[in-house]
């Protein structure tokens, strides 16, 4: 469901009624031409249009500040989980008109180590995040299970099993590892998988407008080694933080991962 198509038609409704019962009704009942029926009908009129501040206010907060998402996959675990609901900054890429996506003001460009939140390339009702490894012009290789940008391995530290909680526990009969990985300003942490056969090694040149996504559960992500970039055009923008984390199997709501930075 594209819910900032159906945000922003209520929102142009409710405006031209709110226009509607603001310049005609209001100067009609003034005038005293209003009758009975009209009036009731100005109230039902007036009602509506009452809602319009409301919705262009979560138009414009959702459209080009913040939005929340929900993490619905584990293919960013473990920075991020199932049950994660995060906040995406919608300014970090630029300011853009709702539905169009069109970008109307530059304010910045993704960066190494960017956690993004983006329309799927191969379908752009959906929302995917990922993180950020490729950016114009860069050559990335994956080989071994190891990141190249540019010709130069991406240094990974081994920290040890993933176990995992609730709706993230580890898959039966799997020991997932977790590697400390140095990439951007700040280092993530990634999850590899030693029992899973590696892909093969491949090489991919990023293209102008485009960047290159990984997820950091690295095999279990569907990311772009399987449908290549992501378009300029498709950035909706960065995760910063968790707002909430919800797991019915370690008691609904999980308070210690509530306001964590996304890194």
């Given at each position: ?231 300029e055009a498709n950035l909706v ?27």
């Amino acid at each position: 469901m594209d819910y900032a198509l159906i945000l922003t038609l209520l929102t142009l409704v409710t405006g031209v009624l709110w226009l509607l019962e603001r310049f005609w009704l209001r100067r009609r009942g003034h005038e005293g031409q209003g009758k009975a029926g009209e009036e009731g009908g100005s109230h039902w009129l007036a009602s509506i249009a009452s809602l319009f501040p409301i919705l262009l206010l979560v138009l414009v907060f959702r459209s080009f500040l913040f939005e929340p998402f929900k993490i619905p996959s584990g293919s960013m675990i473990p920075t991020l989980q199932i049950g994660d609901f995060i906040v995406v900054n919608k300014f970090s890429y630029g300011l853009r008109l709702p539905v169009l996506n069109t970008r109307i003001i530059e304010l910045g460009d993704p960066e190494r180590g960017d956690v993004m939140v983006f329309r799927f390339p191969e379908d752009e009702r959906i929302n995917y995040i990922k993180r950020v490894v490729g950016l114009p012009g860069d050559t990335i290789t994956y080989r071994n299970k190891v990141l190249f940008v540019n010709g130069e391995p991406v240094e990974q530290e081994v920290i040890g099993p993933w176990m995992g909680e609730g709706l993230n526990r580890n898959p039966p009969g799997r020991q997932p590892i977790q590697r400390l990985e140095f990439l951007g300003e700040d280092p993530h942490t990634i999850m590899i998988f030693p029992d899973q056969p590696d892909r093969g090694t491949r090489t991919w040149t990023v293209p102008e407008a485009h960047f290159f996504v990984l997820g950091d559960n690295r095999d279990q992500s569907l990311d772009s080694r399987s449908w290549n970039f992501v378009p300029e055009a498709n950035l909706v923008g960065r995760a910063t933080r968790i707002w909430m984390h919800w797991d019915c199997a370690r008691g609904c709501v999980v308070w210690s991962r509530i306001g964590d930075k996304i890194h």
